[in-house]
C-alpha cells in the first residue's frame, strides 16, 4: 500500500498540473520567439557582419537548447503523470524508500529520495543530462 493519502495525491496532481501548465507557456513562447525572424533578419543583413551572424547563430542555439530542456521536462512531467496512481509512485528508485510527500508535491517528477538524489547527481556530475 502506497505512503502518499488521497489528499496528497490532490496536492501532487495540482502542483504537476501547475508546472506543465507553466511549462507549456514557456516552450509556447519560445517556440513562437523561433519561428519570429528575428534571427533571420540578423543573419539576412547585407552588411555582412560576422560579429552579428555569430550572435545570431549563438541566440538560435541557446533558443534551441531551451527548447530541448524544456520539452524534456515537459516529457518528465507527462511520465510521472501516468505513474502518479500506480502504486510504485513515490518510491525511490534506487533505495526503494518512501519519498516524503512534501518533496512530490514540490517536484512531481521526483523517482529519488533526496539522499539518492544527491548521490547520483554527485556520481554524475558533470554529465550532459541527469536525473530528476
Do not use: W
Amino acid at each position: 500500500m502506497s505512503h502518499l493519502t488521497a489528499k496528497d495525491r490532490l496536492a501532487i496532481h495540482a502542483a504537476l498540473d501547475a508546472q506543465r501548465a507553466k511549462l507549456l507557456h514557456g516552450l509556447k513562447a519560445a517556440m513562437e520567439e523561433s519561428g519570429q525572424t528575428q534571427y533571420a533578419a540578423v543573419l539576412g543583413r547585407s552588411s555582412g557582419d560576422s560579429a552579428d551572424e555569430a550572435l545570431a547563430v549563438t541566440l538560435g542555439n541557446l533558443s534551441a537548447a531551451r527548447m530541448d530542456h524544456e520539452v524534456r521536462a515537459l516529457q518528465a512531467m507527462e511520465d510521472a503523470a501516468g505513474r502518479l496512481d500506480t502504486a510504485d509512485f513515490g518510491i525511490c528508485e534506487d533505495c526503494g524508500a518512501n519519498i516524503p510527500a512534501a518533496r512530490l508535491i514540490a517536484n512531481p517528477m521526483a523517482t529519488r529520495c533526496i539522499a539518492c538524489q544527491e548521490r547520483h547527481e554527485h556520481t554524475f556530475a558533470g554529465q550532459l543530462h541527469g536525473s530528476l
